[in-house]
């Protein structure tokens, strides 16, 4: 199947400080892509769909202020989590869309941890 | 409300002792059903992806079956490697038929272990 990098794998940073996680298409461009944020032993939850191009799209209680994604080109898409918070810590998860638009492929995850 | 039910939470199996998980969903509209398997600490893995009630895919020891209302993960003679969270999800496509922004719900999930 199709392979979806992300980086990096794991973070620990101060509270008050921005933190980027990015997300790639390593062998197919995605046009679409997904992020999402998983709790222990929770599901996954929708965040935000980006489009290459313009402007993402943010599921309902994810404040885009926070939460910045960029997908600047059809291979790459970031998350920015701005002036974290220890409630922020999360394990972060991106998707994109294959290339046959029948299926997403994940990520490896990014662990936040705000201290 | 559109919603996804996995059922059991957890399982615990004996190497060799084959069982089922079961995602049942209140969709209006179902354009995809999904399963993936993730395990601790990774992203999720794609395992399949079915369209239609009826419609069964097969991949080594996984079986997955779809009808109208709920769809089973098959699980045939299970190794210990097989252990993990196995996650099914349902597609809500929205941008209008065809449109490539399909959006993803998840269950969630039930985490097997496969004892040696």
């Known amino acids: ?115 | 409300e559109d919603q996804v039910t996995q059922s059991p939470e957890a399982l615990r199996l004996q190497e060799g002792e084959s069982s089922s998980l079961n995602c049942s969903y209140t969709v209006s509209g179902l354009r995809g059903l999904f399963w993936y398997r993730q395990d601790p600490g990774k992203g999720p893995e794609f395992l399949f992806t079915l369209y239609s009630a009826g419609e069964e895919k097969e991949k080594e020891r996984l079986k997955a079956t779809l009808t109208k209302k709920e769809s089973f993960l098959h699980i045939t003679a299970p190794k210990p490697e097989d252990s993990a969270t196995y996650l099914c999800a349902y597609d809500e496509r929205v941008g209008g038929s065809g449109g490539s922004n399909y959006k993803l719900t998840f269950g969630k999930g039930t985490l097997l272990t496969v004892n040696p």
């Not at chain 1, 101060?14 to 062998?27: A, N, P, Q």
């Not at chain 1, 926070?66 to 998350?79: C, D, P």
Request: with cysteine.
């Open chain 1, 1 to 115: 199947g199709a392979v979806v990098s992300q980086h990096p794998s794991w973070v620990i940073c101060k509270s008050g400080t921005s933190v980027k996680i990015e997300c790639r298409s390593l062998d197919f461009q995605a046009t679409t892509m997904f992020w999402y944020r998983q709790f222990p032993k929770q599901s996954l939850m929708l965040m935000a769909t980006s489009n290459e191009g313009s402007k993402a799209t943010y599921e309902q209680g994810v404040e885009k202020d926070k939460f910045l994604i960029n997908h600047a080109s059809l291979t790459l898409s970031t998350l920015t989590v701005t002036s974290a918070h220890p409630e922020d810590s999360s394990f972060y998860i991106c998707s994109a869309a294959g290339p046959k638009n029948t299926e997403a492929f994940f990520g490896q995850g990014t662990r936040l941890t705000v201290v």
